[in-house]
């Protein structure tokens, strides 16, 4: 996906909207900004299928050898898949953080927490201004 199409959250969420056939679908994953920050990530915990989560939740963990930071859901909705592969092959958080590495995929309950996500420049601003 391209990252000048994608919304991210202040938590380094990044967000691709879909219209599913029930609704607006929510591909979810982490920008490359947070990988790099992060450096060698050890461990992903994936949400579990079927979890509600409103915007700002914590929906699982993410592990790299510096630390241990949690994932926020970026809208309110039901997790309708998970990246199983993805905990076996962290590597790709790294090769294609937008791409493959997407994390999860939520069926949008409240298209309102929309509006809080940033564009692709605006987050960039955010980005230069952490380092």
């Given amino acids: 996906m391209d990252p000048e199409k994608l919304l991210f959250a202040e938590t380094h969420e990044w967000t691709h909207i879909d219209d599913g056939a029930g609704g607006k679908v929510a591909t979810v994953g982490i920008s490359a900004f947070a990988v790099e920050q992060l450096t060698d990530i050890v461990y992903l915990e994936l949400p579990a299928v079927g979890?509600?989560?409103n915007s700002g939740d914590e929906v699982?963990?993410?592990?790299?050898?510096?630390?241990?930071?949690?994932?926020?859901?970026?809208?309110?909705?039901?997790?309708?898949?998970?990246?199983?592969?993805?905990?076996?092959?962290?590597?790709?958080?790294?090769?294609?953080?937008?791409?493959?590495?997407?994390?999860?995929?939520?069926?949008?309950?409240?298209?309102?927490?929309?509006?809080?996500?940033?564009?692709?420049?605006?987050?960039q601003r955010q980005?230069?201004?952490?380092?």
């Fill in 127 to 131: 980005c230069g201004e952490a380092s």
């Fill in 51 to 53: 979890a509600e989560f």
């Fill in 60 to 123: 699982g963990q993410i592990e790299s050898v510096k630390a241990v930071s949690p994932l926020y859901a970026p809208v309110n909705g039901k997790v309708i898949e998970v990246n199983e592969s993805l905990p076996e092959s962290l590597d790709s958080l790294s090769a294609d953080p937008y791409g493959q590495a997407w994390i999860y995929k939520l069926s949008v309950s409240d298209e309102s927490a929309l509006a809080s996500l940033m564009n692709y420049p605006a987050y």
